[in-house]
């Protein structure tokens, strides 16, 4: 097991050195010059070229590159801003804030968000699928996966605006969404976020109704749990005892998945509530061509995929036997 | 200046609706609480009358008391956009500026001299007066305060204005407003730089031929021409002191030394501020600003339509919130302004910007002036209206002055479009023919936001009707003024908007029609080089009567307007903002060109 995590961590230290070379080179094709947007409306060409080079524009792009590198590894005293201890992003150009630093005071709402989120939509999404499967054919089974299938052609912008709505601001059942700090007053934070995690649930809990579903049917089917029941076992022991452990691989494959893509920002959830978490700040490394901050946030999220990934491979041995064989 | 800020970050602005900036002396005749737009004329035409400077009496304080305000309690701000910067020096956009209304002082500032916002002087607020000069403007004497400090206590003395003027050369000093350097260092554009290139960091400091400060009280600004301005430029923020003792320079950004009624307890980019009591402000030195408040919860990332939402619902915490920087949104305006129990609650007011359509003069088919008064009279005006949410948001305008600048006249409109903002094609065809342009392309370039995508298109119908060909080519949000900027753009027309840097067209008509300040990346974006218009900008430079130079650049903005057609005006801005029902002192300032934060109190 070791050895296997050890090289699935080395795949993905190679994965995000690649990545980050297409994102500099990426940056580097757009349109815009970070130094003449810092540069403002007194720019002069002395002053430009002064910019180019405090923000190290004038080397080439390896160069670059290889200063990037440094600083990530080994950070760097040579910021005007102060020192950038490793793992050092640099500084943004827009704020003038530690990219590092930014990151990590976004984290929590992103982590805040994404935890919440995934509970719900587990326990709903599972819920129903499983209800589905126990019920399958039934009215249940039907409504359940019909509703599934309405909720899942919904998108969060249309959603996450109604339920503020009729919600908020209409019956006043509930507050604004806001995130509160968990250490600071753990009601406000539950509170604060209980709209974005339905919103947030609803909209992926529909896919794993379906899935869950689909594969405890399928499960259901197999030998060895029909040997199971013919030896005369209960079908609620054999339901979970059985079929459950085996149709969750699917089931925790794209659940690593989401939970990878959400931690690395959930970007129209953040925005259509207010929360400045990692995906908005991603839309606004874009929006002020701001290259350490893009380069930081994209690796970020990179790396929350990859590990995800990593989590759920090692969770296929856990749940699976014959994997950890193989 | 742009209407979306610092230069080449106003794309980004606009593209989330226009985070507008406002300067100083961008003054914005507001209605009070809820007005109907006769009204907010009104307010308009009192605002164009000069704003007088004001003397040592004027200049002391306390300020007056709001009538029924009263001290403590805790109100949050819902903001669209966070502060980039807070170094006074770096402050030229709306929302940083109104901020620093509680955060800085400077040598001078707007006393409201009227409870609703609309009268003000400019008065002394850390000098015991507006300035006072001997030759015309050319040397500007200012005696600071007793008892002024900043927020750790040490007093503000005259060397602490030094430094903050000698920082502003400072190559990291590159978003403020420049005009305060330019005349110091006698030179257009931003060759002031080389007066003192590194600022005050390596020794060198401004001789006394520019800069005195004899003892730990005086300042004396010489120069070389004579500027009457000075005491309105001085009152922007992006001239407030900076301590001397306390500069970080780079850092001084997120964390300043205060000197206003209230200090920074916490800022995270992105996500909050709280703004907390300055105990060493001492408002008997103060004849600007008040502090009722205890606290100032500010959150950012709060879309206009969500604000609007809450502010309207008046729940729970909402009820003490206040939108600053944050308008009503155009789906909900009509619901505000229409609902009696609002009324209170809201004020609306005149912004300083003016939208343009610029016509290219680079490209030779457009130096043909009777293509150019096709162009003004076909051009539907009532498209740009409707695209930022109607009559509420945009007035249909007749000039590039607007009704808040001195020198605005509301009969002038050449094209007729206040009888007919939908444009006339019919006009406009028959000068075509005449021309033998019937059917010419026309390369229409539009900001691809919401806004943009809504009036290029009724635009480009109303030109087509006229007999142009018209090629509407989309612009990303981000760079739309970074390419319309460029001398080799191939736009025939766009839009672009600019507002005041305080009530006068000298903020106005130099920066954007100076002939010989066309540029990659300037503001003449119409590239006009008329001879008659940059003899005269150097004319009414030199007029020192405020009055007389207000009625001569209004003549040069109409002459620029009807003669040269080198602009079509497109809009002249509005703003609708609201409040929570326990805010009391809700005041649209003209000045601020919004909602007063000075003035707020729970109640």
Redesign the interface.
């Known amino acids: 097991m070791l050895r296997f995590l050890l090289r699935r961590s080395l795949g993905a230290v190679v994965i995000l050195f690649l990545l980050s070379i297409v994102a500099f080179l990426l940056f580097f094709g757009m349109?815009?010059d970070p130094a003449?947007?810092?540069?403002?409306?007194?720019?002069?060409p002395?002053?430009l070229e002064?910019?180019h080079h405090v923000l190290g524009l004038d080397k080439s792009i390896p160069e670059q590159y290889g200063i990037f590198l440094h600083n990530l590894v080994l950070g760097s005293d040579g910021f005007?801003?102060?020192p950038c201890p490793a793992p050092c992003f640099g500084y943004s150009y827009?704020?003038?804030?530690q990219v590092w630093g930014?990151l990590m005071?976004?984290l929590p709402i992103t982590v805040s968000l994404t935890l919440g989120g995934a509970v719900c939509f587990l326990v709903i999404g599972l819920g129903t699928g499983l209800i589905a499967a126990w019920k399958r054919g039934t009215l249940v089974d039907k409504t359940f996966t019909a509703g599934a299938m309405v909720i899942s052609s919904m998108q969060i912008y249309f959603l996450g605006?109604l339920a503020?709505?009729v919600l908020?601001?209409?019956t006043?059942l509930f507050?604004?969404p806001?995130?509160h700090e968990f250490t600071a007053d753990p009601a406000t934070w539950f509170t604060g976020l209980i709209i974005p995690w339905v919103v947030l649930s609803t909209i992926f809990a529909s896919q794993y109704t379906r899935m869950a579903r689909s594969s405890m049917i399928e499960q259901l089917q197999e030998e060895h749990v029909r040997t199971a029941r013919a030896k005369g076992m209960s079908r609620r022991y054999v339901f979970f005892r059985y079929a459950w452990r085996g149709s969750l691989i699917p089931i925790v494959t794209i659940f690593g998945i989401d939970l990878g893509s959400l931690l690395g920002g959930a970007i129209i959830t953040e925005?259509t509530f207010?929360?400045?978490g990692l995906g908005?700040?991603a839309v606004?490394s874009v929006?002020?061509?701001d290259l350490p901050l893009l380069l930081g946030v994209m690796l970020f999220s990179a790396t929350m995929i990859l590990l995800c990934n990593i989590v759920v491979d090692a969770a296929y041995a856990y749940i699976d036997p014959r994997v950890r064989l193989a | 200046m742009s209407r979306s800020g610092r230069r080449h970050l106003h794309a980004a602005a606009s593209v989330l609706a226009a985070a507008a900036l406002v300067l100083t002396g961008c003054s914005s005749g507001g209605s009070k609480t809820g007005g109907d737009d006769k009204e907010q004329r009104q307010n308009a035409e009192r605002q164009k009358a000069l704003i007088k400077f004001g003397d040592a009496a004027a200049s002391k304080g306390p300020a007056a008391e709001v009538p029924g305000a009263k001290p403590g309690g805790t109100v949050s701000v819902p903001a669209r956009d966070s502060y980039a910067h807070l170094d006074p020096a770096q402050i030229y956009v709306f929302n940083e500026m109104q901020v620093a209304l509680l955060l800085h002082r400077g040598l001078t500032g707007y006393k409201a001299t009227s409870d609703d916002g609309s009268k003000h002087e400019i008065v002394g607020d850390l000098a015991t007066d507006s300035g006072t000069t001997s030759d015309g403007g050319k040397t500007w004497k200012f005696t600071l305060k007793d008892g002024i400090t900043f927020q750790d206590g040490s007093a503000i003395t005259s060397k602490d204005i030094r430094h903050s003027v000698e920082r502003l050369f400072a190559p990291f000093i590159n978003q403020g407003p420049p005009y305060l350097q330019q005349w110091l260092a006698d030179t257009p554009g931003t060759d002031y730089r080389k007066l003192l290139p590194d600022g005050p960091f390596k020794g060198k400091h401004l001789p006394d031929t520019i800069l005195q400060t004899p003892d730990e009280k005086t300042v004396v600004f010489k120069f070389k021409k004579p500027h009457p301005d000075l005491p309105y430029a001085l009152a922007m923020p992006g001239y407030a002191v900076v301590s001397q003792k306390g500069d970080t320079k780079e850092k001084y950004d997120k964390a300043p030394v205060t000197t206003g009624p209230y200090k920074i307890q916490s800022f995270r980019s992105g996500k909050s501020m709280v703004l907390v009591k300055n105990t060493n402000w001492d408002p008997a030195t103060d004849p600007i600003r008040h502090r009722y408040v205890d606290r100032f919860n500010i959150t950012f990332n709060q879309q206009y339509e969500d604000s609007t939402k809450a502010l309207i619902a008046d729940t729970g915490a909402d009820r003490t919130a206040v939108s600053w920087q944050n308008s009503v949104d155009a789906g909900n305006l009509s619901k505000v302004l229409n609902d009696p129990g609002m009324k209170s609650r809201t004020v609306i007011g005149y912004q300083p910007y003016v939208g343009q359509m610029n016509i290219n003069l680079s490209h030779k088919a457009m130096q043909d002036k009777k293509v150019r008064e096709a162009i003004a009279y076909a051009l539907p005006t009532s498209a740009f209206q409707r695209a930022y949410g109607g009559s509420a948001a945009m007035e249909t305008p007749g000039g590039i002055i607007s009704p808040t600048v001195s020198g605005y006249d509301p009969s002038f409109d050449p094209w007729g479009k206040k009888k007919n903002p939908g444009g006339d094609p019919a006009k406009a065809k028959k000068l075509l023919q005449e021309a033998g342009k019937v059917g010419m392309k026309l390369t229409f370039g539009y900001i691809n936001s919401q806004e943009g995508q809504a009036y290029s298109t009724a635009m480009a119908a109303g030109l087509k009707k006229a007999g142009f060909d018209v090629q509407r080519q989309e612009v990303p949000a981000e760079t739309y003024y970074d390419q319309v900027s460029k001398l080799d753009n191939n736009f025939d027309i766009f839009n672009t908007n600019w507002g005041a840097d305080w009530p006068s067209a000298s903020t106005v008509i130099p920066p954007c029609f100076d002939g010989r300040a066309i540029a990659d990346g300037a503001q003449n974006y119409s590239q006009v080089n008329d001879p008659k218009v940059n003899s005269e900008i150097d004319r009414i430079n030199r007029v020192t009567d405020p009055a007389e130079a207000a009625a001569e650049w209004g003549k040069l903005g109409e002459y620029l307007v009807k003669d040269v057609i080198n602009v079509v005006p497109t809009g002249y801005f509005k703003q609708t903002q609201i409040a929570g029902s326990r805010i009391g002192g809700l005041v649209y300032d003209d000045v601020i060109g919004g909602v007063d934060p000075r003035r707020l109190y729970v109640k």
Not at chain 1, 36 to 44: E, P
């Open positions: 349109p815009r003449l947007l810092m540069c403002g409306k007194t720019c002069t002395a002053n002064n910019l005007a801003q102060g827009h704020t003038n804030e930014t005071d976004r605006p503020l709505a908020v601001y209409q006043h507050e604004k806001a995130y925005y207010g929360l400045p908005r700040l606004e929006f002020f061509s």
